[in-house]
């Protein structure tokens, strides 16, 4: 994969659509990942660019490895994983949290200053585990990798740690939000090596994002 041109890691999902239209500001059409749900490598021939489909958990394991030269990942995986890359811009989209929540029937006698060991359902089990101890909370941390809102309602769990965008999944699970970790956004990343080795095209691919981004915020 790695030759002369730059390589990017594009998020599959809700962040897909909007970093298409940050490249395409900047002189780079994926467009057509938009359209095919099947093909996972997209080629900008004029402009120089490769783009790769990738889940947004990898790509931070995609530009540390050198696979790719930048990438586009969330603000949660990034702290959750802490690989040995540049984060070079905060892009303003893909905004939700990263929250711990429990049963409404527990949070209406609990009281979180009297904590002192509890059990947590999480796939983010690093920053799970750096909130508790923070705290001086001994935390259990049980390591799931979706449907994380059952795990207190089937009792594998007393609280949760998980992502929240409109709050509308823990409502229905009858769950309910304790305090918010951290707020979480879509993120620029550059491998470290690249930004050397390809110093130049990278940085003003960056400046033209930046730029883009000051004037019109991308609104998803």
Known sequence: MRNSKITVAIPKGRN????????????IDFS??????RKLIFDDEKAGITGIIVRDTDIPVYVEGGAVDI???GKDQLDEQEKNIYEMLDLGYGYCRLVLCEPASL???DDPSRWTNIRVASKFTNLTTKYFQARGIHVEIIKLYGSIEIAPLVGLSERVVDLVSTGATLKANGLVEVETIMDVTARLVVNRASLKTKHKAISSLIKAMEESLSKNPIKE
């Open 107 to 109: 949070k209406e006698n």
């Open 16 to 27: 897909l659509k909007p970093t298409v239209e940050l490249f395409k500001r900047a002189g």
């Open 32 to 37: 057509p990942a938009l359209t095919n749900d």
């Open 71 to 73: 990438g586009v990942s």
